[in-house]
């Protein structure tokens, strides 16, 4: 069983940053996508962002222009950096490599 370590989390006011990562296990396709979710107290969990093996990403229109997704292969770990941090951010952030391992979760909470 592949276990992933993520970090970051933590309690910021509104406004704020915080940078997320999470370790990814030896890569076995040479072709991959890893994204980062979250879910709300109550809530469904949902997609983030999103980066491919070729380093394309994408994001959920809530977090466009804030979040920033990005990969450093010599040290098998993603970020997420959150810039301009909500209140509705607030929320259970997970990791998913290559659509197959998820990590256990860091909490976000974010202050008004």
């Known amino acids: 069983q592949v276990e992933l370590a993520e970090s970051g989390g933590g309690l910021v006011q509104a406004g704020g940053s915080l940078r997320l990562s999470c370790t990814t296990p030896?890569?076995?396709?040479?072709?991959?996508?890893d994204r980062w979710f979250r879910q709300a107290p109550g809530k469904e969990r949902e997609f983030v962002a999103a980066?491919?093996?070729?380093?394309?990403?994408d994001y959920d229109e809530s977090v466009q222009g804030r979040f920033t997704i990005s990969r450093d292969n010599a040290k098998n770990t993603i970020f997420l950096q959150m810039n301009s941090l909500k209140p509705q951010d607030t929320g259970v952030y997970y990791c998913?490599?290559?659509?197959?391992?998820w990590g256990r979760g860091t909490q976000v909470t974010v202050s008004s």
């Open positions: 998913n490599i290559e659509g197959r391992y």
């Open positions: 980066i491919t093996w070729s380093g394309d990403t």
């Open positions: 030896r890569r076995t396709f040479s072709e991959y996508t």
